[in-house]
């Protein structure tokens, strides 16, 4: 195992971990490369080339921006999105771009900026970027993929890191030496049986080989914050979303009608559900608009966790600091046996990996939380994928809207409602998580790739924009 909880929740910004967040780090380590290899005034001009799913969503998600701010050396955990626009307005208006903030080279994006239908070879999120001297002669290229979830891989299939990472997996011997070890959901049962420990004690103990206890908690709470940060952020946010639909905000609104009529819960006892569908447009809508969220485990499903977490921070009278560290452990571990095994990127198997595997991992937490055993946890996961099979992505627009924003709601009432079956059960159950996966996978295969992240199929035809 070499992956860190750490490292399915990073703190970005929207609106898509694939095609802005992916391509801001590839665009910054090719501009790195340049420099640590030739130097920065080598570089008469740089290329970029955009595949597949990049290519035909990458305006309306953002990749374009994502690129140039990668280039000019900016980092997704780092730069203040209301400094976003003014950047590529600058960029765009001088048609010149400073490679890592030091070196100018003209951009011009009709002809350094290009989109191209196919796909490279290893994953539909493929970029290449090229560099030349001032005869026109190619000094360097490289080929990277956004491969979900903000994971980066170069055409060796290795992981390409944001400088900015902290110690990890792949600054630690790629996860070796682990005391606890698991990369399916048998293996990570099989170490709670013989442990006694619980996931979350199993995936702390595993943090705990590249930072110290202290150091996991205070970033524990940090992706905490950020995510209440979203909600409050969305719930105070009017007016409409970037793009040719002019979608309306509508959290702002939800949350003035909930909270200016508590009275309702006591008539209405389903109203919680209100609260949990509030949660989870407003950091969507937050993402939309290219606000800060946490990529959990990808930033189109960024709303599902956030959301699960509210539920039982605000409604459940445990909740506690510990609950949410255990909570995000939790989920952590799941979403680590599927990126272990299978994918979390819309491009690759549709929504299923997305909102599918955040409303998994959200059950498995929930359950967890709420006094689930090792087994329930397992259950409430494996429920939450298995009811999400073959869940297709397409992306009225190219934008992650419609229905993006609402499909995080239904993805976090799925959720609460998985921990709960599991929790009626005594944890014994048909369908494992590991087949489940196996399953996903298998469909996301099979799924025709109209239906994946390319807005030519499913709802992205059949609405008109306007």
Request: a negative charge.
């Amino acid at each position: 195992m070499s992956v860190s909880v750490f490292d399915l929740f990073k703190i970005g910004i929207g609106p898509s971990s694939s095609h802005t967040v992916g391509p801001m780090i590839a665009a910054r380590q090719f501009a790195c490369h340049v420099q640590g290899t030739l130097g920065l005034t080598a570089v008469h001009h740089v290329t970029v080339e955009l595949f597949g799913s990049l290519s035909a969503t990458g305006v309306g998600h953002g990749t374009d921006k994502a690129v140039l701010l990668g280039l000019a050396g900016h980092e997704p955990d780092h730069i203040d999105p209301d400094q976003i626009q003014p950047a590529i307005a600058d960029i765009r208006t001088r048609q010149t771009l400073a490679l890592l903030g030091e070196h100018p080279v003209p951009f011009v994006e009709k002809e350094h900026l290009l989109f191209r239908r196919k796909s490279l070879p290893l994953h539909p999120n493929g970029m290449a970027f090229h560099a030349f001297d001032a005869q026109g002669t190619e000094i360097a290229t490289r080929e990277y993929y956004s491969v979900g979830g903000g994971f980066v891989i170069d055409a060796a299939g290795e992981r390409v890191l944001n400088s900015a990472a902290t110690a990890g997996p792949d600054a630690a011997g790629h996860g070796q030496g682990l005391p606890h070890p698991f990369r399916t959901g048998a293996e990570l049962l099989a170490q709670c049986q013989a442990t006694g420990l619980t996931p979350a004690q199993l995936m702390a103990a595993n943090e705990q080989h590249w930072r110290s206890s202290a150091e996991v908690r205070r970033q524990l709470m940090a992706i905490w914050k950020t995510m209440a940060g979203a909600v409050q952020r969305g719930c105070a946010s009017t007016g409409t979303l970037p793009g040719p639909m002019h979608v309306r905000r509508r959290a702002a609104e939800l949350h003035h009608k909930l909270s200016s009529a508590p009275e309702a819960a006591l008539r209405d006892p389903l109203s919680m559900l209100d609260w949990v569908n509030l949660y989870a447009m407003a950091v969507n809508e937050e993402n939309a608009a290219g606000g800060r969220v946490v990529t959990a485990p990808t930033n189109g499903a960024a709303g599902v966790i956030p959301a699960v977490l509210h539920y039982y921070v605000n409604f459940l009278p445990s909740a506690n600091e510990d609950g949410i560290a255990t909570f995000l452990l939790t989920a952590g571990a799941i979403g680590i046996i599927y990126k272990e095994n299978a994918s979390l990127s819309g491009a690759e198997v549709g929504c299923q990996g997305e909102v599918g595997v955040a409303c998994s991992m959200a059950a498995g937490a929930l359950a967890a939380v709420m006094g689930g055993s090792p087994e329930q946890i397992e259950n409430a996961a494996e429920i939450g994928m298995e009811h999400n099979l073959g869940m297709t992505c397409d992306p009225v627009g190219g934008l992650v809207q419609i229905p993006c924003i609402e499909r995080n709601a239904m993805g976090a009432i799925k959720a609460i409602n998985a921990a709960r079956m599991a929790l009626r059960g005594d944890g014994q159950h048909v369908v494992s998580l590991d087949k489940v996966i196996k399953t996903m996978m298998q469909t996301g295969a099979d799924m025709k790739i109209k239906y994946k992240e390319t807005s030519r199929g499913g709802l992205a035809v059949n609405v008109v924009e306007c």
